[in-house]
């Protein structure tokens, strides 16, 4: 990666941001329903685009706290991987993602203009409500690996033409 730790793709840089608890049923992650934009209707992960001058970290705490209300500091970010998503029919939509996980935080989640948080179990998550791809990639993240990933969109823009793990 070159400097500034943003993956060197000609895609939108985006971060998605995965906030861990344990409760006396096992592992939680935050997730919420998308309420306006790209995905609405979608079960999705806290995170979005980094901006101009923003390292990956500085971006996963800022749109951790604009989309759920919870502070999280850089410090308690965990790298988790990388996906580079390609949409061949659209490419104005590909983008290359910075993965964190966190296990502490400050606040409790709210609802926002664009997010409706939630927990879900690490265990069960909705991914028929979620991307396609999300059950293609998610399982390694929860399970706590470290990967790369390369997800190329069939040309509908929704389902999973390829994956590609490295």
Known sequence: ???????????????????????????????????????????VTLGGHIEAGETPE???????????????????LQRAGTIEWIFPAAPALDMSTVLFRAQRWEGDPVETEEIRPAWYPAGEMPYA????????WMPRL?????????????????????IVFS
């Open 58 to 76: 500085r971006a996963a705490v800022r749109e951790v706290e604009e989309e759920s209300g919870v502070v999280v500091a850089e410090a308690d």
């Open 1 to 43: 990666m070159p400097a500034g730790g943003v993956p060197a793709f000609r895609a939108s840089p985006v971060v998605l941001c995965f906030l861990f608890r344990n409760t006396q049923d096992g592992p939680q992650v935050l997730m919420g329903l998308k309420k306006t934009g790209f995905g609405l209707g979608r079960v």
């Open 129 to 136: 409500r979620m991307w396609p791809d999300s059950a293609h």
């Open 142 to 162: 929860l399970a706590g690996e470290y990967f790369d990933a390369v997800v190329t969109i069939a040309d509908d823009n929704v389902n999973v033409a390829s």
